[in-house]
């Protein structure tokens, strides 16, 4: 599911690139060819795709610890139904399926960060496939954007 908001960030690139904004993707592992797997799926810049062993960007979004589910939390949510499987249904319909590969229930997220590392938005999932709203991301890098030049855009 990662991979699916990935691909939505990469569909908004034109417009985040107007702002002098580039994308960044941290990844916790690379079992096999995932960060390969991954790049071919989103569309995502080779050099975009960074592998995170340490996990800090993940223990950063849960506050110093890895935001996770257990499985036994997972296998009980998904059978309830709500937003989780919602989520997990959403991306399977829209072409991303799971691969089972690896550790796959530490929650992601993202952040905006400006000039000087400020943080300008953080978005962290409260359920394994929630995503950040693209029009918060893009006023969150216009405003970032804003601090740099002074105005809206660069010219």
Do not use: W
């Given at each position: 599911?990662?991979?699916?908001?990935?691909?939505?960030?990469?569909?908004?690139?034109?417009?985040?690139?107007?702002?002098?904004?580039?994308?960044?993707?941290?990844?916790?592992?690379?079992?096999?060819?995932?960060?390969?797997?991954?790049?071919?799926?989103?569309?995502?810049?080779?050099?975009?795709?960074?592998?995170?062993?340490?996990?800090?960007?993940?223990?950063?979004l849960?506050?110093?610890?890895?935001?996770?589910?257990?499985?036994?939390?997972?296998?009980?949510?998904?059978?309830?139904?709500?937003?989780?499987?919602?989520?997990?249904?959403?991306?399977?319909?829209?072409?991303?399926?799971?691969?089972?590969?690896?550790?796959?229930?530490?929650?992601?997220?993202?952040?905006?960060?400006?000039?000087?590392?400020?943080?300008?938005?953080?978005?962290a999932?409260?359920?394994?496939?929630?995503?950040?709203?693209?029009?918060?991301?893009?006023?969150?890098?216009?405003?970032?954007?804003?601090q740099?030049?002074?105005?809206?855009?660069?010219?």
């Amino acid at each position: 599911m990662c991979r699916e908001e990935a691909s939505k960030l990469v569909s908004i690139l034109p417009q985040l690139e107007v702002f002098g904004a580039k994308l960044a993707f941290l990844l916790k592992e690379d079992v096999g060819d995932e960060i390969s797997a991954f790049q071919a799926a989103t569309g995502a810049e080779p050099g975009a795709i960074y592998l995170d062993e340490s996990n800090a960007f993940f223990k950063a979004l849960g506050g110093g610890t890895e935001n996770s589910e257990s499985t036994l939390g997972f296998l009980a949510k998904y059978a309830a139904g709500g937003q989780m499987k919602q989520n997990i249904q959403r991306a399977e319909a829209a072409g991303f399926k799971g691969n089972l590969t690896g550790e796959g229930l530490v929650k992601g997220g993202l952040y905006v960060v400006g000039p000087g590392g400020r943080q300008e938005y953080a978005f962290a999932e409260s359920e394994i496939g929630d995503h950040a709203p693209l029009d918060a991301v893009i006023g969150a890098v216009a405003r970032a954007a804003k601090q740099v030049t002074g105005r809206a855009a660069n010219s």
